[in-house]
């Protein structure tokens, strides 16, 4: 079998992020990248990508820059054998190797990696969790993952909806929170009321701003050890990515003030060694690798290894579509001990329905899938018609 295309698409879902003024859900991201991966047996692959779509297209399709270091992903790809993961994405490290072992070059290797594992999935006709080499479960625990609200009463009605449809654990982020430790406090105190004991929830901090009119959001950590312990009062389980994604110290500082609290990192991040010392030095106690970021559902593996053998947990990053989602409960399904998947509960409507068999919450929990591959299969009609590049 042997790489016949690799193709890059935009897909313009035709609105923003919601204003976090606004006690709305999140519509979601505006442009989506998502990558195939085709063969000369039919067999084609699928992923993606939380990246700059725009960018990863042209990492994709850009013209030989004559030297390996300076070429595009599908110059690594064309004519390979999709089977050889492992020498394909060391292929791709080097194609890309002066522009791309970060960022928006590595997301896009990134995406290639999943949609590899997705064809040889379908060529073996086993779902991707059996090639990884577990399936310890059928099902894992769905949290909502959505933004803050401006408003304790608006707090309180997002609680009450996501209980109503059937959510056992909500993880509010970003949107109104990060500024005032006051408002920020009052916020998560009207969740945990509306709630109750027995829902978990969690907090995004999120490290920079979301207007552009101020794009930073800057708080001493001094001030995050102050909130940490408000959390705990509130059984809050983690707080998530609050600090500059290279701060591995500041974590370990706000670590070491933690009792029932855990710190949560790592969508951000790419590659093995980053999330080792993310373990090591920041003390954080879960990982959060994105598998459209970090370097695929190959260093996913790898990550969720480390957190085995350190005893913390991995719970993949997964705010994008059902094909994220999709690879997530496979490493999921891989993982010896599993929390949580991320589901996505955006409105913008092509996040939860680009599948044919879109990913959907039972009692609380999502279904590991079990046909071949990701086991969801892209809806084509629904791409041409969101498709601008």
Not at 210 to 231: C, G, K, M, S
Not at 293 to 310: K, M, N
Request: hydrophobic share 45%.
């Amino acid at each position: 079998m042997k790489i016949t295309n690799v193709e890059a698409m935009v897909l313009d879902t035709g609105k923003n992020y919601t204003d976090p003024a606004q006690a709305a859900e999140a519509h979601g991201v505006r442009f989506v990248s998502l990558l195939k991966i085709s063969t000369d047996e039919g067999i084609t692959g699928w992923a993606d990508i939380e990246t700059q779509p725009h960018v990863g297209k042209a990492i994709v399709d850009a013209p030989s820059g004559g030297q390996i270091g300076f070429e595009s992903l599908r110059a690594a790809l064309i004519g390979e054998d999709p089977l050889e993961r492992e020498r394909l994405w060391q292929k791709m490290q080097r194609f890309l190797a002066y522009y791309g072992r970060q960022g928006a070059g590595m997301q896009m290797i990134s995406g290639a990696d999943i949609a590899l594992w997705d064809i040889a999935g379908k060529a073996f006709n086993q779902p991707i969790c059996k090639l990884l080499g577990a399936r310890y479960r059928d099902r894992v625990k769905a949290y909502a993952s959505t933004t803050f609200r401006p408003t304790p009463d608006a707090m309180r009605a997002a609680v009450a909806l996501y209980l109503e449809h059937g959510f056992r654990a909500i993880k509010f982020g970003w949107g109104a929170f990060g500024r005032d430790l006051d408002l920020d406090i009052a916020l998560v105190k009207a969740a945990r009321a509306e709630a109750g004991p027995g829902i978990d929830l969690m907090v995004d901090g999120g490290w920079y701003g979301i207007t552009y009119a101020d794009p930073f959001r800057p708080r001493a950590l001094r001030e995050w050890i102050n909130l940490v312990h408000a959390l705990e009062e509130l059984g809050i389980f983690w707080l998530e990515d609050f600090l500059h994604p290279d701060n591995f110290a500041g974590y370990a500082a706000v670590a070491e003030q933690t009792s029932t609290l855990r710190l949560a990192a790592g969508e951000q991040l790419a590659g093995y060694e980053a999330f080792e010392r993310l373990a090591v030095e920041g003390k954080v106690d879960t990982l959060q690798p994105d598998l459209s970021r970090c370097g695929g559902i190959s260093v996913g593996r790898q990550i969720a290894d480390l957190c085995t053998r350190r005893q913390i947990n991995c719970v993949p990053h997964a705010w994008l579509t059902d094909l994220l989602k999709a690879a997530s409960l496979h490493l999921n399904a891989y993982l010896m001990d599993s929390l949580y998947l991320e589901y996505n509960v955006s409105s913008a409507s092509l996040l939860n329905q680009l599948c044919h068999e879109p990913i959907r919450m039972e009692d609380g929990y999502v279904p590991i899938p079990t046909g071949p591959g990701l086991g969801v299969t892209v809806d084509e009609e629904i791409v041409a018609r969101y498709r601008v590049l």
